[in-house]
């Protein structure tokens, strides 16, 4: 990956994480107006649950429409099939119903969960077939993970898999319970990630407000992983107070 500079994102700070999501759906509106379908990559996450749902209603609505966009995602259980509780598409077509019309017009692509290099080299030749990510949604994980890739992924890294930090598989208990927490998973790598045109981070609670300040003051470094969306140059990060909370309010004043 050639050497970036660092670059300060645009930070919105809101009242309640609703506004947020309204940003980020603006953004989704605007993309169904180009002369192409526009391929969206979505996060999964309670960072997103009321978004898709919202969502929903808009491709109801026909606000956002069906035939613009083709949806892709971040990353996957490994093993997972779209019916399994727990995984992201099933996630993703639960909270989102259109995404289960979607997938059956193969205008939903999934990841491949099985993880093989062949089907990872398949699925980045495909996103790149579809005209590249236009829009990549994100969420951070209070580690500072950015998908799955955990602290210490390096910067350069393309879908792989991925065994998972025990912060990671704690947040995760409630979504398997009473089953364990998968180890392992298929995710879009740091490089994968930065390669979209616009990149949208939203982060929302008291609980990421740690890892949203390292992500923006801290250490450009693959120690936090979220950190390298600073070298995206085209991305902006969407918070609700809580989360911002750990940032000072010059640096929140300078970036607002
Ligand atoms: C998960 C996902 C990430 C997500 C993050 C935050 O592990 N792999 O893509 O952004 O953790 O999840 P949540 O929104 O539930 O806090």
């Known amino acids: 990956m050639p050497q970036r500079p660092a670059t300060r994102p645009e930070v919105r700070i809101f009242e309640q994480a609703d506004a947020a999501h309204e940003a980020a759906l603006a953004e989704l509106r605007q993309l169904g107006n180009g002369p192409q379908p526009a391929l969206v990559s979505f996060a999964t996450g309670n960072t997103y649950t009321a978004m898709l749902r919202r969502l929903h209603e808009e491709m109801q609505g026909g606000r956002v429409r069906l035939d613009r966009l083709i949806a892709t995602h971040l990353d996957e259980y490994c093993g997972f099939t779209a019916d399994q509780r727990g995984g992201m598409v099933h996630e993703l077509i639960s909270t989102c119903p259109s995404f289960g019309a979607m997938l059956q017009r193969r205008t939903f692509v999934p990841v491949p969960s099985d993880g093989h290099e062949a089907s990872l080299a398949g699925h980045e030749r495909e996103l790149q077939r579809l005209g590249g990510v236009q829009l990549q949604l994100l969420g951070i994980g209070r580690n500072g993970h950015l998908a799955f890739n955990e602290p210490g992924t390096p910067f350069e890294s393309g879908f792989h898999v991925t065994a998972l930090a025990p912060t ?21 790598g740091i490089a994968t990630i930065l390669a979209a045109r616009r990149l949208v981070l939203c982060a929302f609670g008291s609980g990421k407000a740690a890892a949203v300040r390292a992500m ?10 979220a950190s390298a969306i600073r070298l995206h140059g085209n991305a902006v990060v969407l918070l609700d107070r809580q989360a911002a909370a750990q940032l000072d309010a010059a640096a929140a004043g300078a970036m607002g």
């Open 168 to 188: 990671t598989r704690e947040d995760a208990r409630a979504r398997f319970t009473p089953l364990e927490v998968p180890t392992a998973a298929v995710t879009a």
């Open 216 to 225: 923006l003051l801290g250490e450009v470094s693959p120690q936090c992983p």
